[in-house]
């Protein structure tokens, strides 16, 4: 009877051995999950961070191209502002030009008139 007795101390205590390791497992698989979500959180988070940046580069690079564009549209304005008071110059002496033309023209056929005059004479 004592070995049968120690038989049995000894079955309860491999059962309740086994419950308990069913136990860890159960907890260890939990904790598994636990970490592999927190794997999956670290991951999104490190992803936004990197987004983060990066719209913070795009926001830099688009302030600059901002002052570019202004600085741009400032020239842009000043040779529009030359070249129109380039064109009236432009237009003015052409105008004068034509009426420069035209007094010579006048003075070349009076001369012409003074000419025969003068050579029938």
């Given at each position: 009877?004592?070995?049968?007795?120690?038989i049995?101390?000894?079955r309860t205590k491999?059962?309740?051995?086994?419950n308990?390791?069913?136990?860890?497992?159960?907890?260890?698989?939990?904790?598994?999950?636990?970490?592999?979500?927190l794997q999956?959180?670290?991951?999104?988070?490190?992803?936004?961070?990197?987004w983060?940046?990066?719209?913070?580069?795009l926001?830099?690079?688009?302030?600059?191209?901002?002052?570019?564009?202004s600085?741009?549209?400032?020239?842009?304005?000043?040779?529009?502002?030359?070249?129109?008071?380039?064109?009236?110059?432009?237009?003015?002496v052409?105008?004068?030009?034509?009426?420069?033309?035209?007094?010579?023209?006048?003075?070349?056929v009076q001369?012409?008139?003074?000419?025969?005059?003068l050579?029938?004479?």
């Amino acid at each position: 009877m004592g070995a049968e007795n120690i038989i049995r101390v000894l079955r309860t205590k491999i059962k309740g051995l086994q419950n308990e390791m069913e136990a860890l497992q159960v907890d260890r698989n939990k904790q598994t999950e636990a970490c592999r979500k927190l794997q999956v959180k670290v991951k999104a988070l490190e992803d936004r961070n990197k987004w983060q940046q990066q719209a913070g580069m795009l926001r830099d690079s688009l302030k600059k191209q901002e002052i570019l564009h202004s600085s741009t549209v400032a020239k842009l304005t000043q040779q529009e502002s030359e070249n129109l008071s380039l064109n009236k110059e432009l237009e003015s002496v052409r105008r004068e030009l034509r009426t420069t033309v035209q007094s010579y023209k006048a003075n070349e056929v009076q001369l012409d008139r003074s000419l025969e005059e003068l050579k029938k004479l």
